[in-house]
T-cell receptor
């Protein structure tokens, strides 16, 4: 079955530590996205990638970094510079980038700070 | 940029009741409109979408019509079930040429037997 997988389901971060969230898709989609969800709020875009080896910042990129070395993979690193990282992180993909395309979401990773 | 505003909940209904969740949008062009559903502890699932004015999206008994004259995309279902309990998000893109989905704050629906 095609889909988007995210791992781990739960992740714990210590002070000053960088952590990496995995996102893999086997849908052959060109575009991939990372969103952050806080309780009682909608989703906010962190980064997006239209194609391999290319990515752009979203509204809340500070304290995060990404890479897109393979079409199927778009890992997100939460760095120590992100002072309030506790949230639910959702990865998404679409066949093409573009403002009429449907984005499909993975199951999410919940990040907690110890 | 373009945006959506949806009614905030929570909404509590009895099984088999009629559901409406209001969503209005502001847009400079004709963006696609989406409804997503999120079950507890899970990611978002696409529920339905519409790509142009007067389009009706439908899925699993849910419907929404893209109404340009009222700039609305209200979600409706004739008879809700306990399994429909979830959070529902209305979404559109932030503007022509944008790659960013912008979401409403979500409406939590609880259906009681």
């Amino acid at each position: 079955d095609g889909g988007i997988t995210q791992s781990p389901k739960y992740l714990f971060r210590k002070e000053g530590q960088n952590v990496t969230l995995s996102c893999e898709q086997n849908l052959n989609h060109d575009a991939m996205y990372w969103y952050r969800q806080d309780p009682g709020q909608g989703l906010r875009l962190i980064y997006y990638s239209q194609i391999v080896n290319d990515f752009q910042k979203g509204d809340i990129a500070e304290g995060y970094s990404v890479s897109r070395e393979k079409k199927e993979s778009f890992p997100l690193t939460v760095t120590s510079a992100q002072k309030n990282p506790t949230a639910f992180y959702l990865c998404a993909s679409s066949i093409l980038p573009g403002y009429r395309e449907t984005q499909y979401f993975g199951p999410g990773t919940r990040l907690l700070v110890l | 940029g373009d945006s959506v505003t949806q009614m905030e909940g929570p909404v509590t209904l009895s099984e088999e009741a009629f559901l409406t969740i209001n969503c209005t949008y502001t847009a400079t062009g004709y963006p696609s409109l989406f409804w997503y559903v999120q079950y507890p502890g899970e990611g978002l699932q696409l529920l339905l979408k519409a790509t142009k004015a007067d389009d009706k999206g439908s899925n699993k008994g849910f419907e929404a019509t893209y109404r340009k004259e009222t700039t609305s995309f209200h979600l409706e279902k004739g008879s809700v079930q306990v399994s429909d309990s979830a959070v529902y998000f209305c979404a559109t893109y932030s503007g022509a040429g944008s790659y960013q989905l912008t979401f409403g704050k979500g409406t939590k629906l609880s259906v009681i037997p």
